[in-house]
């Protein structure tokens, strides 16, 4: 096999800012493995908030490329990864790493066999899905105009960022956006932002509001906290920042509403599968969620939507441009490809600016050292 990497810059529309952060572009390293003829692709995006600046994207892919090159066919590499046995491809990586390159074979694997990547991942069929969309810490006004747009756009389910340093900011933007799209299902998101005490006190003013289900009301490291707050909360407790592993998961089970699943965060596909088989039966459902990434770092989990409640699978539809097409969301609806592989397929970059080297320029810029983002999407 034969293994290539490429940095792109991605950028926001407009910047998005959360409790914890502000972001308007990041980078993407996309892994890809060629093999007779076939390649297939996966992509990982920096974070800080993650601790994944580009540069270490880079060494780890490098790290794993002579065991990719070195297997004796895709399929073989492909249930090493997915065996998580001693000899496995990727020891010691970070999770989006892994995440990643078990992408780049499932779409490569898929391709070789003629199936989309969610047969191979044990469904054969999945259906279209309902994605939240997410809208950030912005004024009421601004959230408004949004989600009468994106209601207009066909979105059914809004995802309203909050956190600010005064609650009665949140709330005004979450009256806001049920006024701008008064059909449209709620979910909140604070980022752990809010104390135990605030959050006992705001739950149920947002539960007024029609707001459906809360994520990650407490700062994480205290699952315990989180758990107890779910016991008595008036609307479902989603853990995110507290459930990144499959352990942080298993621990959590029973005891919260929700689990936000993230394929870059928990380690890929075969280690979703395993969270969502832990979780069911126990009471605790699983949201499907993602960092903002293009298409190709977003359509894995789109393979794995019939396992989830809740959906949050728009960060590529954050994007001024999005480099790869093929699963859908402009409309409120992610779709699952019934092509071979990933089912996405890449599409011509923007035309430079004038005045703009394309040899130097961050969003075509091959090397290592492309810039990190400025700031991360949880």
Avoid at 80 to 101: E, K
Avoid at 199 to 226: H, K, M, N, S, W
Wanted: with cysteine; glycine share 10%; hydrophobic share 45%.
């Amino acid at each position: 096999m034969i293994v290539e990497t490429r940095t792109a810059r991605l950028r926001l529309t407009e910047p998005l800012r959360i409790s914890r952060s502000v972001m308007a572009a990041r980078d993407a390293v996309v892994l890809t493995v060629r093999h007779g003829g076939l390649s297939g692709s996966g992509e990982a995006v920096s974070s800080e908030h993650l601790g994944l600046p580009v540069e270490l994207i880079h060494r780890q892919f490098f790290s794993v490329q002579r065991k990719l090159e070195s297997a004796a066919n895709p399929e073989d590499a492909f249930d090493r990864l997915r065996s998580g046995s001693s000899d496995s491809l990727v020891p010691g990586l970070a999770p989006g790493v892994v995440a990643a390159v078990e992408a780049a074979l499932l779409d490569l694997v898929g391709k070789r066999a003629g199936l989309p990547a969610h047969q191979l991942l044990g469904a054969p069929a999945v259906p279209a899905a309902t994605t939240a969309r997410t809208i950030g810490i912005t004024p009421p006004a601004g959230a408004a105009a949004l989600a009468a747009r994106l209601a207009a756009a066909g979105f059914t389910v809004l995802k309203v960022k909050a956190g600010s340093a005064d609650p009665a900011e949140d709330l005004a933007r979450v009256e806001a956006v049920r006024i701008g799209a008064p059909g449209a299902r709620l979910l909140l998101d604070p980022n752990g932002a809010w104390t135990v005490e605030a959050a006992r006190t705001l739950i149920p003013r947002f539960a007024d509001l029609g707001v459906e289900a809360v994520e990650q009301p407490i700062p994480p490291g205290t699952p315990d906290a989180l758990a107890d707050l779910a016991q008595s909360s008036p609307l479902p407790v989603i853990a995110d920042e507290d459930a990144v592993s499959f352990r942080d998961a298993v621990r959590l089970a029973g005891r919260v509403h929700g689990v936000n699943v993230k394929l870059a965060k928990c380690g890929g596909p075969s280690v979703a599968l395993r969270i969502c088989a832990a979780l069911r039966g126990t009471g605790t459902d699983v949201m499907l969620g993602c960092l903002t990434a293009s298409s190709l770092g977003i359509a894995p989990a789109v393979h794995l939507v019939d396992r989830a409640r809740w959906v949050d699978l728009d960060g590529h539809l954050l994007l001024a441009h999005d480099p790869w097409q093929g699963i859908g969301g402009a409309d409120g609806t992610v779709r699952p490809s019934d092509r071979a592989g990933l089912g996405v397929h890449r599409v011509p970059d923007p035309t430079p600016d004038p005045g703009t080297d394309p040899a130097t320029d961050p969003a075509t810029d091959a090397r290592p050292g492309a810039r990190p983002d400025a700031g991360s999407r949880a």
